[in-house]
Nanobody, 115 residues
Framework: QVQLVESGGGLVQAGGSLRLSCAAS????????MGWYRQAPGKQRELVAT???????NVVDSVKGRFTISRDVTKRTVYLQMNSLRPEDTAVYYC?????????WGQGTQVSVSS
């Protein structure tokens, strides 16, 4: 099994920054994709950013230039650096890992941005 534990959420004023971390443990395959999704109240869960084990990254347009995804392969950890936060970024942020054995989710961490 795979376990994902997120940390780093919180309350911040608009224009501020937060850094989310997600530590993976368990049976992690060499080839995988890790990423971040978010779900705002009353909305569907949406993709924010992904990174492959080879270092290829993808960031959705709504956060491009403000959010950066990175990973430390040795620590099995993925990060999401969020700058210039906006109230519309308020959501529960979920870590995700996808590999041949399945897709796994963390418990989520709340990010709240006040105007």
């Amino acid at each position: 099994q795979v376990q994902l534990v997120e940390s780093g959420g919180g309350l911040v004023q608009a224009g501020g920054s937060l850094r989310l971390s997600c530590a993976a443990s368990g049976k992690i395959f060499v080839i995988n994709t890790m990423g971040w999704y978010r779900q705002a109240p009353g909305k569907q869960r949406e993709l924010v950013a992904t990174t492959t084990n080879g270092g290829r990254t993808n960031v959705v347009d709504s956060v491009k230039g403000r959010f950066t995804i990175s990973r430390d392969v040795t620590k099995r950890t993925v990060y999401l650096q969020m700058n210039s936060l906006r109230p519309e970024d308020t959501a529960v942020y979920y870590c995700n890992l996808a590999q041949l054995s399945g897709t796994y989710w963390g418990q989520g961490t709340q990010v709240s941005v006040s105007s």
